[in-house]
């Protein structure tokens, strides 16, 4: 089992920068895969950024590339997505995700989820 927590959320101006984290416990973090998604009022929820287990290999999705980068600090357990330039359509729920690779990330099969956190963008 493992267990996943996610802070860092908030309101910010257009424009502005906010740092996600997600701090695992349970089983050992570094066996699996992480990304981040997100769900916005009335919307599906759509994926934004994976990180291999140990590769650190990055994807993310068109709307974010070049603006959000996700990290993963192994020894403590600790997955980040640094958002800068944001912008009101990244107004969402924020949610980590735990699979057992990266292209199950991918391709939604998670094992784990946290619980959300939101970020709010001003106009």
């Known amino acids: 089992q493992v267990q996943l927590v996610e802070s860092g959320g908030g309101l910010v101006q257009a424009g502005g920068s906010l740092r996600l984290s997600c701090a695992a416990s349970?089983?050992?973090?570094?066996?699996?895969?992480m990304g981040w998604f997100r769900q916005a009022p009335g919307e599906e929820r759509e994926f934004v950024a994976r990180?291999?287990?140990?590769?650190?290999?990055?994807n993310y999705a068109d709307s974010v590339k070049g603006r959000f980068t996700i990290s993963r600090d192994n020894a403590k357990n600790t997955v980040y997505l640094q958002m800068n330039s944001l912008k009101p359509e990244d107004t969402a729920v924020y949610y980590c995700?735990?699979?057992?690779?990266?292209?199950?990330?991918?391709?939604?099969?998670?094992?784990?989820w946290g619980q959300g956190t939101q970020v709010t963008v001003s106009s």
């Open positions: 995700a735990a699979a057992s690779s990266s292209l199950a990330v991918a391709g939604g099969l998670i094992d784990y």
């Open positions: 349970g089983r050992t973090f570094s066996n699996n895969a």
């Open positions: 990180i291999g287990r140990s590769t650190g290999i990055t």
